[in-house]
């Protein structure tokens, strides 16, 4: 079956700290991984997707196959990061994402 | 960037009736609709995902007949809640995609049946 894992439901980190958002994927075929943020009273957002390799906001995430894994990283967080961080694969081709149980991020300041 | 609204923001409602939602993609052409379900201090759920003129693809478990999808245009999905009870209560969103791009994401109305 079709899974993604997000094993900490809350991160908090130090403003200046390097975060790491954890997200493993178990998908049959070459899943496509995004990840999508929620700030305070807001809408999700798409914050980047792998096949961009871009850096959004500081974050990068690297997709590693052999692991399965698809990890968030920003190596100063800020204040302004502290949001709700969804892993979502998504079946090449299709439409349709399976988003993880999310990591709520809180950077203290 | 590619908006989307939903109406209304909130609905308390009665048990046993009917509450539709609306999806709108404010300026651009969706040629495909999602609805969402979300519990509390859970992820999203996918329930349906609708294309503009064609019946709705409901996902494992979700009750076609009790989640009414109407997708009559490509800026507008609408979701009704038939006999509404309260285990319905939740976060419901919506998201509108253009030709299997990023799909853009609803604020969200949030459910509340007595």
């Known amino acids: 079956a079709q899974r993604v894992t997000q094993p900490e439901k809350l991160l908090s980190v130090f403003k200046g700290a390097p975060v790491e958002l954890k997200c493993n994927y178990s998908?049959?075929?070459?899943?496509?991984l995004f990840w999508y943020v929620q700030y305070s009273r807001q809408r999700l957002q798409l914050l980047l997707r792998?096949?961009s390799r871009e850096s959004i906001k500081g974050f990068t995430a690297d997709l590693n196959k052999g692991e399965t894994s698809f990890h968030l990283k920003k190596p100063f967080a800020q204040e302004e990061d502290s949001a709700m961080y969804y892993c979502?694969?998504?079946?090449?081709?299709?439409?349709?994402?399976?988003f993880g149980t999310g990591t709520r991020l809180k950077v203290l300041a | 960037g590619a908006v989307v609204s939903q109406h209304p923001s909130r609905v308390i409602c009665k048990s046993g009736t009917s509450v539709k939602i609306e999806c709108r993609s404010l300026?651009?052409?969706?040629?495909?609709m999602f609805w969402y379900r979300q519990f509390p201090k859970q992820s999203l759920m996918l329930m349906a995902t609708?294309?503009?003129?064609?019946?709705?693809?409901?996902e494992q478990g979700v009750e076609k007949d009790k989640f009414l999808i109407n997708h009559a245009s490509l800026t507008l999905s609408t979701l009704t809640v038939t006999s509404a009870h309260p285990e319905d209560s939740s976060f419901y969103i919506c998201?509108?995609?253009?030709?299997?791009?990023?799909?853009?994401f609803g604020p969200g109305t949030r459910l509340l049946v007595l």
């Open positions: 998201s509108a995609s253009q030709a299997r791009e990023t799909q853009y």
């Open positions: 998908y049959s075929g070459s899943p496509e």
């Open positions: 792998h096949i």
């Open positions: 979502a694969p998504r079946t090449s081709g299709t439409y349709k994402y399976i």
């Open positions: 300026d651009f052409q969706a040629t495909t």
């Open positions: 609708s294309n503009e003129g064609s019946k709705a693809t409901y």
